[in-house]
């Protein structure tokens, strides 16, 4: 069954707000930074695999800029908008090029959330050096490659889950160049 485009769209939305609640209501404080490590990268990683390049970097882009507003972190906002956007269509081209050569879904979703752990950690890496210079660009490092992995673990966990409802399996076969 083809998902119409207000299906998908509706999806979209529902996958922002869960980006956004999963960033928000999990915060593991981390010190120095004063940032936080969150599950909402588990979803940014699934919204590429599921919802292809446009509706997935989005999705993952908005939930994200959104938790920062929600949460009081207003310059980061715009650079997470970019970078959270950028690692969901990275995901859904490395996803699905993948599924030529390896079979397994949670080991291309484990491959998945190696490229979006390096675009996170270098993204506000390279933010973070403009922002506050070489000292707080480093003491961010450990924490997003924390948060990177925690995304990587918690993704290829759901992963099979989802792959398991039918609806999911259909917008993941949708979701092709």
Do not use: W
């Not at 998908?8 to 490590?37: D, E, H, Q, R, S």
């Not at 908008?81 to 859904?92: M, R």
């Not at 270098?122 to 490659?145: D, K, R, W």
């Amino acid at each position: 069954m083809k998902t119409s485009k207000i299906q998908k769209l509706t999806i979209a939305a529902l996958f922002a707000a869960l980006t956004c609640v999963a960033t928000m209501i999990i915060k593991i404080p981390t010190p120095g930074t004063g940032g936080y490590i969150h599950p909402g990268d588990a979803l940014v990683i699934l919204c590429g695999i599921f919802l292809g390049p446009i509706y997935g970097g989005l999705a993952a882009g908005l939930g994200s800029a959104l938790a920062d507003l929600l949460g009081g972190y207003f310059i980061y906002a715009p650079i997470t908008f970019i970078i959270k956007c950028l690692v969901a269509v990275i995901v859904f081209i490395v996803y699905h090029k993948l599924s030529v050569i390896i079979k397994p879904s949670v080991i291309r979703c484990i491959i998945c959330g190696v490229f979006s752990t390096s675009i996170v950690v270098s993204g506000y890496f390279l933010y973070e050096f403009f922002i506050s210079g070489t000292g707080g660009a480093i003491a961010s490092v450990p924490a997003n490659i924390i948060q990177g992995a925690s995304g990587l673990i918690i993704s290829s966990i759901l992963l099979p889950v989802l792959l398991k409802i039918p609806s999911f399996n259909n917008l993941k076969n949708e979701s092709k160049f």
